[in-house]
């Protein structure tokens, strides 16, 4: 049986989906996700799930990314009966972030709620035995937060002067002999 | 008379040989029941996500290849399937072939030392994976006459693949996947399926439900064990996978067996899409040039393929910079972690065993 390929679900649909069951939920909507309200966030989140049409039953994956102005945690939804996928993002506090569990709504997010915290801190109210899942329990900061080791002055590392691309240069005088060839 | 019993805690792990690489169980037993589990990973951390964000898109490929050693292909996939749609980067049609190829070969691989452990895992010491080990390293010496790597093979490149295959490659992987694979997998199937040693041991051992592994967000042989034809090679196709015709082998019962009963399965259904891919290998590049130093435009992306371990995605956001503001990446074998308290809780210490075996984790991917 050929399935038809996944669709991802515009921001605007999932929004509206969203306030349809929890009217003060979403904070702000772009084409290609649904930033939701931190304080309603979990009422958002069970509306996803048990909502017919968007039928989140089924997290994807939870992450975070360190925007230096605030953390957000960004979530992918995906529903197996109708094959589509959305992102849901939800902001929260720089200094001390703090953001819903849904663990008691999925069972998945928590190794990965786990991980969060431990690599970025951010504390998810409603997690039964939040702890560091990798690194040990006295380790000092979260890695992944940018501000983790920065260098002093707000100097980036070397990378940043990684050269500019030249027209022409393609990489391939790097590249390595063919295996096997002898050539 | 009742004997007054304490509960016991036992560590199973860090270094052991059924926990597959460095993973420690903490299990509470009373008697020979496990009464609580805890986990307790990181013993292989080496914070790849933070690295990577000081690295180019092109030097983050060999990080891909420690993560799941076990299907180094998959991972490299996956990574760069991520980058060229966040660059919007075209593959020439070779290439799609070609990594479809190695992904499927890769599934051959990582499956058949999936199965050996578990039987190892089972009791039965050793005979059962140097069988599955036989063929794994025939698979092995295709890709290291391709790429010269036999573990971490750092083959995908964004863009395509990093080398065209020589020419001894075509016939020793028509012989491969016609005179020699098939029977191996006759093999296991007369030693292994419907075995009534491998029945008793692990039928209902394990079970997932079908709600439980939805719920969870379970994917791979250990979604499909409960049921679900959740496969993203038909799901979300990738690299031109809707060409190409497979069936995705569904289990009943969610239990050890039926994973084992899967995976053996799933390695015939690649068989049949590298005949299927090998006889449809066009001529051309194998490669899209890209600059030394790719500048996707500042955004972000989620791909995601079906790795051996099941749904591996990566999240790449880009600033516009020559390297990864943030990526990270979704590992199947850590989030099908997430029920083993479920599923072993109340079992004996032996089967908690097998139940960690047919989960078929990869500490090198659960801690990164």
């Known amino acids: 049986m050929p399935y038809p390929a996944t669709v991802t679900l515009p921001g605007t649909f999932v929004a509206e989906r969203i306030r349809a069951r929890v009217p003060d939920g979403v904070r702000e909507v772009t084409d290609g996700w649904v930033v939701l309200e931190p304080a309603r966030a979990y009422d958002a989140m069970a509306a996803l799930r048990d909502d017919d049409e968007l039928d989140g039953k089924y997290l994807v994956q939870l992450c975070s990314v360190d925007r230096i102005t605030h953390i957000e945690v960004v979530y992918h939804f995906s529903s197996l009966a109708q094959n589509h996928i959305f992102e849901i993002k939800v902001p929260a506090d720089h200094e001390a972030p703090e953001v819903p569990s849904i663990t008691k709504l999925w069972i998945g997010a928590t190794l990965q709620e786990r991980e969060v915290y431990d690599l970025m801190g951010v504390r998810f109210t409603g997690h039964e035995g939040l702890s560091r899942l990798f690194l040990w329990d006295k380790f000092p900061g979260h890695p992944l937060r940018k501000d983790f080791m920065a260098l002093p002055g707000g100097q980036k590392s070397g990378l940043s002067q990684f050269p500019k691309q030249v027209p022409g240069q393609t990489g391939g005088e790097f590249r390595p002999r063919m295996p096997g060839t002898g050539a | ?368």
Not at chain 2, 18 to 29: K, N, Q, W, Y
Not at chain 2, 57 to 81: E, H, K, V, W
Not at chain 2, 296 to 319: H, L, M, N, Q, T
């Open chain 2, 1 to 368: 008379m009742t004997i007054k019993s304490d509960l016991i805690e036992v560590n199973i792990g860090p270094q052991h040989p059924s926990t597959h690489g460095v993973f420690r169980m903490v299990a509470l037993i009373d008697g020979e029941r496990i009464v609580d589990v805890k986990m307790v990973v990181g013993y292989l951390h080496r914070s790849m996500e933070k690295l990577a964000e000081e690295r180019t898109y092109t030097q983050n490929i060999p990080f891909t290849d420690r993560m799941d050693y076990l299907a180094a292909m998959t991972s490299n996939l996956g990574y760069c399937l991520s980058v060229e749609k966040l660059a919007g980067i075209d593959v020439p049609e070779r290439a799609q072939v070609l990594r479809v190829i190695f992904a499927e070969l890769q599934r051959i691989a990582s499956h058949c030392m999936a199965t050996g452990a578990f039987i190892n895992d089972c009791g039965a010491w050793q005979t059962p994976v140097m069988y599955t080990f036989r063929d794994r390293e025939k698979v092995l010496d295709l890709f290291e006459m391709t790429c010269g790597a036999r573990i971490t093979t750092n083959y995908m490149r964004i863009g395509g693949v990093a080398f065209d295959i020589p020419d001894e490659f075509l016939p020793a992987l028509d012989k491969l996947v016609n005179d020699d694979l098939p029977y191996r997998f006759e093999e296991y199937d007369r030693l292994l399926v419907g075995n009534e040693i491998i029945l008793m041991r692990a039928r209902d051992v394990g079970v997932v439900t079908p709600e439980m592994a939805i719920n969870a967000s379970l994917s791979g042989p250990m979604l499909r064990s409960a049921g679900i034809a959740w496969d993203l090679r038909k799901a979300d196709p990738y690299c031109g996978y809707d060409q190409y015709e497979f069936d995705i082998p569904v289990g009943y019962n969610g239990d050890a067996y039926d994973r084992m009963v899967l995976r053996i399965e799933e390695m015939k259904q690649s068989l049949r899409i590298i005949r299927q891919a090998m006889h449809a290998l066009p001529s051309g590049p194998h490669k899209t040039e890209v600059p030394l130093a790719i500048r996707p435009p500042a955004g972000e992306a989620y791909s995601r393929i079906e790795s051996p371990k099941g749904e591996i995605g990566f999240y790449v956001v880009s600033d516009g910079g020559a390297a990864p503001y943030r990526w990270h990446v979704r590992a199947p074998s850590l989030i099908n972690l997430s029920v083993l308290k479920e599923m072993t809780v109340g079992q004996t210490i032996a089967d908690a065993i097998v139940t960690l075996g047919s989960i078929d984790i990869n500490v090198g991917e659960v801690d990164r």
